[in-house]
């Protein structure tokens, strides 16, 4: 099973970007979904997350901006983040908790998109 992200790249202050993540290979079930992201510096940190339910929460700093939905058809997830501002500069990296066909349950990491918000 692998998580592919893309949708990254480099923005203004105020603008908007969408980033897109999709599981591949031996998927039996896929529960929650999300984003994470981690500044230079610092801790990996919770952005958003999704349940196969599609139920949302978010953390307190991106509420009201950005937006996490889902595609259960297509295993996918996105983040719609809008009004960005410098301090959303990360390597952005969805996951996913899996039950795989054969090889039990576990959470999956996909392998991270820069975005930078910069005038």
């Known amino acids: 099973v692998q998580l592919q992200a893309c949708g990254g790249g480099l923005v203004q202050p105020g603008g908007s970007l969408r980033l897109s993540c999709a599981g591949r290979g031996s998927i039996y079930h896929v529960y929650d979904m999300g984003w994470y992201r981690q500044a230079p510096g610092k801790q990996r940190e919770l952005v958003a997350v999704?349940?196969?339910?599609?139920?949302?929460n978010y953390a307190d700093g991106v509420k009201g901006r950005f937006t996490v939905s889902r595609d259960n058809a297509w295993n996918r997830v996105f983040l719609q983040m809008n009004n960005l501002n410098p301090e959303d500069t990360a390597v952005y990296y969805c996951?996913?908790?899996?039950?795989?066909?054969?090889?039990?349950?576990?959470?999956?990491w996909g392998q991270g998109t820069q975005v930078t918000v910069s005038s």
């Open positions: 999704i349940s196969s339910g599609g139920s949302e």
């Open positions: 996951w996913a908790d899996i039950m795989t066909n054969g090889e039990g349950r576990s959470s999956f």
